[in-house]
């Protein structure tokens, strides 16, 4: 650094050729001190520059040697320099591998945790079956056997036979979705029609949609033979699980229409349904968990309110975005829309 002397110097050289520059433009004081002034500031730039590089050249000289006392170590020399406890460099290491070492804990709880509720929900769900299989067989039984005795034996029993398949229905959507949350389930995805999805999809609900004497409408835009990146069973589940929504708002005797618009960028799916509508306050909250829309009448639907809970969860693993538009009053509808963004090679 330079000196507090070497600073003045500066100053002393910079004022006088300020006063050299003035004089010179003036002459106020006469020629004759311009001579002095600029020997002055000449001696005072030279002694500063002097000093300047001397300070250079002997932290020049350091450098090099240093240089050449690193370049004739030897290299264990060196790596023990570099490594030994109280460098930089073996302070880093050290929390570096602590870092891994925490990271790695972390992974394996993970992965454990992952295991243990896969398998206990494999347990719930093997546990569930039996009692329900059992009292759908009493049911049935009860059914045969008071038919003669209790005329209101058949209404009863069909009641209870619906309330048990909403029962197993709750189960079986409520674990599937813990298993996506959780994420212990991959998704075994392979390159398939759309429309094959959607067909099987509809072909699984024929009995509903034949009870409410309902039609189903497939078509399709843009690109023929839409293929999508997709777990085939997942996607059937949610494609089912809107379809059925549809036919259940739709009014009997209806047409549920469902679009599929394929372009290079995506793949759209749309499912309407000609019925009440849902009241725009209502229509952000049909995706959540357990909700149940109002009906006209004030009534909640039927259902246990799990289907779009489920299909959003399962279209989300699938990369894509679901979402929901309605109209009620004249021309009521409504429409779901599942979008898929297409990856390269698709």
């Known amino acids: ?72 170590w030897q290299p264990e020399k060196k790596e023990a320099a570099l490594l030994s406890k109280d460098s930089i460099f073996a302070r ?20 454990t945790g992952m295991k243990w509720l896969k398998d206990l929900m494999s347990d719930i769900a093997h546990q569930m079956k039996t009692p329900l299989a059992t009292l759908e067989i009493y049911i049935d039984i ?39 949350e959780s994420g212990s389930y991959v998704m075994e995805r392979t ?7 959607i067909e099987k999809s509809v072909h699984a609900l024929e009995a509903i949609f034949e009870a409410k004497k309902l039609k189903v409408h497939i078509t399709e835009s843009g690109e023929e033979d839409a293929r999508i990146s997709q777990d085939k069973d997942w996607l059937q589940e949610a494609f089912q699980n809107i379809i059925k929504n549809a036919g259940e708002y739709a009014d009997a005797g209806s047409t549920v229409e469902i679009g599929i618009s394929a372009t290079p960028m995506a793949v759209v799916v749309d499912v309407t349904d000609i019925g009440e509508g849902i009241e725009a306050d209502e229509l952000p909250k049909i995706f959540n968990r357990f909700y149940r829309a109002k009906r006209s009448n004030g009534e ?47």
Request: proline share 2%; net charge positive; charged share 25%.
């Open 92 to 111: 880093q290491l050290e929390e570096l591998k602590e870092i891994s070492r925490i990271l790695s804990d972390k992974e394996d709880k993970r992965i």
């Open 191 to 197: 390159l398939c029609s759309v429309r094959d999805t």
């Open 1 to 72: 650094m330079i000196k507090r002397e070497e600073g003045y110097y500066c100053i002393i050289t910079a004022v006088c050729l300020i006063v050299t520059v003035v004089l010179w433009l003036t002459n106020g004081f006469g020629a004759y001190w311009v001579l002095p002034v600029s020997v002055i500031q000449a001696l005072a730039g030279l002694y500063a520059i002097k000093h300047i590089y001397r300070k250079a050249s002997a932290i020049e000289q350091m450098l090099s040697g240093l240089r050449e006392d690193f370049d004739n």
């Open 300 to 346: 909640r639907s039927g259902g246990v309110g799990i289907g779009l809970a489920l299909a959003k969860q399962i279209v989300e693993a699938h990369d894509g975005v679901i979402t929901a538009k309605s109209r009620t009053g004249e021309g009521a509808y409504t429409c779901i829309s599942c979008c898929f963004l297409k990856k390269p090679g698709e």
């Open 142 to 180: 009860f059914k045969k056997e008071m038919a003669d005795r209790i005329p209101e034996s058949e209404d009863l029993s069909d009641r209870a036979m619906r309330s048990m398949e909403r029962i197993r229905w709750l189960v079986t959507g409520l674990l599937k979705i813990a298993q996506l």
